[in-house]
């Protein structure tokens, strides 16, 4: 499966943004996707995550009133919406589609076998 994010750029603190995900190659409609972000100078780091059909979500607890998942199937793309943004959420954000169909949304990096190429969001204090 190949994954394209974009919707990345630099925002002021407070503003909003939406990235998007397109999932092509395999049947997105019955997999799992998620959103990891790597800080600058940090570990890679789970953001969210949504279920194939997408009524189960999960989020980094940190994150979830603020950050919001969700997918349509019929045009293969996961979106990740970004809401009162902050500087430590400057970051190369990923997506990634699950390694086994099915079953409850992950945290784990580990339950992701494909990735996308990332794309940098940077908020400006």
């Known amino acids: 499966v190949q994954l394209q994010a974009s919707g990345g750029g630099t925002v002021q603190t407070g503003g909003s943004l939406r990235l998007s995900c397109a999932a092509s190659?395999?049947?997105?409609?019955?997999?799992?996707m998620g959103w990891f972000r790597q800080p600058p100078g940090k570990e890679r780091e789970f953001v969210a995550a949504?279920?194939?059909?997408?009524?189960?979500?999960t989020y980094a607890d940190s994150l979830q009133d603020r950050f919001h998942i969700s997918r349509d199937n019929a045009k293969n793309t996961v979106y990740l919406q970004m809401y009162r943004l902050k500087p430590e959420d400057t970051a190369v954000y990923y997506c990634?589609?699950?390694?086994?169909?099915?079953?409850?949304?992950?945290?784990?990096?580990?339950?992701?076998?494909?990735w996308g190429q990332g794309t940098q969001l940077t908020v400006s204090s």
């Open positions: 990634a589609a699950a390694t086994v169909k099915y079953g409850p949304p992950t945290r784990r990096a580990d339950g992701y076998g494909y």
């Open positions: 190659g395999r049947s997105f409609s019955t997999t799992n």
């Open positions: 949504i279920g194939w059909s997408g009524d189960r979500t």
